[in-house]
């Protein structure tokens, strides 16, 4: 299936050759830039959730798989950041609902700093997948619930 980007001129850019451009990336880092670079050229948000679905099939077959969510997760955001990728209302909640918990975790005490490294893990990898899908499931919702609880009983 070919992706369209390039509105002007309609250039279609096939997910082999996506995966190839990024399998030629050395370091998760030098996928990110790639990732970043390239979605500018995508003409609508559907056509970059897209790109990003293929980036994240690709990293999760590669040696850079244990880095997948955070690599994902840091394009993802970047979209955010810039307004290219608006959410839909549940899942811009639940987005934001991760925000909130990865700023708590900053708070927890020492004790509790490698279940907060845990949990931000966890959390970087919904919240990327709520970018990639424009959705989250009740099973991402109540994890979300549930780590929340958890962060905020080591404030307490």
Request: include cysteine; hydrophobic fraction near 40%; charged fraction near 30%.
């Amino acid at each position: 299936m070919a992706i369209i980007r390039n509105a002007a001129d309609f250039t279609p850019v096939t997910d082999e050759q996506l995966t190839a451009n990024l399998f030629a990336r050395k370091s998760g880092e030098e996928c990110v830039q790639y990732i970043e670079s390239e979605l500018d050229k995508f003409p609508d948000d559907e056509h970059k959730r897209r790109a990003l679905g293929v980036v994240w099939e690709w990293l999760n077959g590669h040696p850079l798989a244990e880095k997948k969510e955070k690599v994902v997760a840091r394009a993802g955001k970047q979209l955010i950041k810039v307004e290219t990728l608006p959410l839909n209302p549940v899942a811009e909640d639940a987005y934001n609902q991760c925000d909130s918990i990865l700023s708590l975790i900053d708070d927890i005490p020492e004790a509790g700093w490698d279940f907060g490294d845990s949990v931000k893990e966890k959390v970087d990898g919904i919240q990327s997948t709520i970018v990639l899908n424009n959705w989250v499931t009740d099973a991402q919702q109540e994890a979300l619930d549930n780590m929340q609880a958890g962060v905020e009983r080591w404030l307490d």
